[in-house]
């Protein structure tokens, strides 16, 4: 395309900035929402539990040398022992996440919750871009790119005789959508809730299951040698009291 | 922990404050932030933010955690109407908050109507079970009581949980102590040790625990967590220097000279001791040269 695509003022005024008002009073609008939604969920006591229980048997991994042999013994036997230890896990008994989503309501609820106030304006907002702005080219970046970046700026228009440097208003919507967060950030204070990638995370790593690394803190310990390192400090201390004498 | 950075910049902080150079809404923040107990400067500052009503309006939402922080201040000052004053204005803002609740206990916890607050912490509990705050307090309350054995039930309760805190061992193990029950308070420092190893004081501790129950082994056991310590301060422990000279002398006595011990060490820390007083105190030096006779390291 030799000559330039001259684009209408009238589409900078009613497609470009309208978009991305939209979107940055819906970003506010969903951050309020999903804040009246939010429940402080109390914790758990069995899951605090488990947690601590993990800290302080990888302290004991990490620090075992530290400690007389049989204080290491008597606390490997009371976290690993296959009747009633700390880090034991039934068999069969571990929970898993789905069954425990099931047979916990309120969890259910909360997902349901975060992925409404996620989804819906979402699908709202595209289905708007759409239905009103289908195939405009709403703006022109002001240097050239790569034919790579055709599917990410010029989305919606099937043409490949279009420089790539045109951006298409569907394209404009996830440039907005993926790109506003450090906007939202300065609005609404740091830790805002309109942080869609730090809730997809979240959402992966819904999935935990804390008897698992009980059991690998098990193993852990199971494989640790005590080695008491006491006696070599009597020696060093007997070196650091020598140089302090010598000086 | 406080690292070294913030430490700086909080006594930086408290000497523009103290001078009347300002700052003392950030001086506040970083107490509370790094969980220290200033209360007596918290009160003073805190107060007269409190009291300057453009000032306090200045600080928008953050003016509540202010009450909360200068209520909780004046309490461990004994300020009863201050603290009582600051509740009021967050019962008001806040009716029927549990964080408002827990200070309305604790103020009933410092006019010393134990009776009465260990009702209201129980009530909080109730609401949530795993509330440390309230957990810690009902500790520091049988204690004041000096109910001993009850607050080692409270503690066992909370360690049950969180069994991670090593502060909440510490405070076990020192209490143990203080019962004299040697072989729970070890199991304590074992487990501070564990925790925090690279920490002198819990080595020197668990010695002491260990010098203190007695025997071949544990003597022996004690005098290395003394050398551990001597290690970890570069020698300038004098306690530790007298536990490493007062183990060998014990092990010696038991022993009856039987056991070869390795005395090399002892001798060592009996003459880093000498120079330790003769920089110091010259004026100790004989009462510590008898001392070290009656235990023939000398």
Known sequence: MAEDLVLDTAIRDWVLIPLSVVMVLIGVLRYFVSKLMRTTQLPDSKIIKEGQVIIRARNLRAAANFIPSKAFRARKLYYTNEENG????????????????????????????????????????????????????????????????????QNGIDLST???????????????????????????????????TQRMMQM??????????LGAEKDGLDIVQHDWVLPKFEQRAGDVLRKRLSS | MVSKTEESQLQQLENQVENGGGGAWEYLSLVRKLKLRRSDKVLKHGLALLNDPKKRSALGP??????????????????????KDCIKV???????????GRLEAMLLEAKGSWDEAEKAYSSLLEDNALDQVISMRRVAMAKAR???????????????????????????????????????????????????????????????????????????????????????????????????????????????????EDKEISTLAAAALEKDYKQSSPDKVSLLASTLKTMKLQ
Not at chain 1, 191 to 196: C, Q, S, V, Y
């Open chain 2, 90 to 100: 967050l019962q008001k803002k806040f009716p029927g908050s549990k964080r408002v």
């Open chain 1, 204 to 213: 992966s790593g819904f999935g935990f299951d804390p008897s698992k690394s």
């Open chain 2, 146 to 260: 000096g109910d001993i054995l009850g607050a080692i039930d409270w503690l066992n309760k909370y360690l049950e949980i969180f069994m991670a805190d090593h502060d909440a061992w510490r405070e076990l193990a020192e209490i143990y102590v203080s019962l004299q029950m040697y072989k729970q308070a070890a199991f304590c420092y074992e487990e501070l040790i564990l925790s925090q190893p690279m920490i002198p004081l819990h080595h020197l501790a668990y010695a002491d625990v260990l010098y203190t129950i007695g025997g071949l082994e544990n003597l022996q056991t004690a005098k290395k967590y003394y050398a551990s310590t001597i290690e970890l301060t570069g020698g300038k422990n004098t306690r530790a220097l007298y536990g490493i000279c007062l183990c060998t002398s014990a092990i010696a006595q038991l022993t009856k000279g039987k056991n070869n």
């Open chain 2, 62 to 83: 953050d003016e509540w955690n202010l009450y909360e922080q200068v209520a909780t201040a004046a309490l461990d000052c004994q300020c009863l109407e201050v603290a």
């Open chain 1, 162 to 196: 279009v420089d790539v440097s045109y951006v298409s208003s569907r394209s404009w919507y996830f440039l907005n959508l993926f790109g506003l967060r450090g906007l939202f950030s300065l609005i609404l204070g740091e830790e805002n809730a309109t942080d869609d």
């Open chain 1, 86 to 153: 700390l880090l034991h896990v039934p068999k069969g008994q571990g929970q898993n996440p789905q069954a425990q989503m099931l047979s916990d309501p309120n969890m259910a609820m909360d997902m349901m919750k975060k992925n409404l106030s996620m989804i819906i304006p979402q699908t709202l907002t595209f289905a708007w871009v759409n239905f009103f702005f289908s195939g405009f080219v709403a703006a022109k970046i002001p240097f050239p790119l790569t034919q790579r970046f055709r599917s990410m700026l």
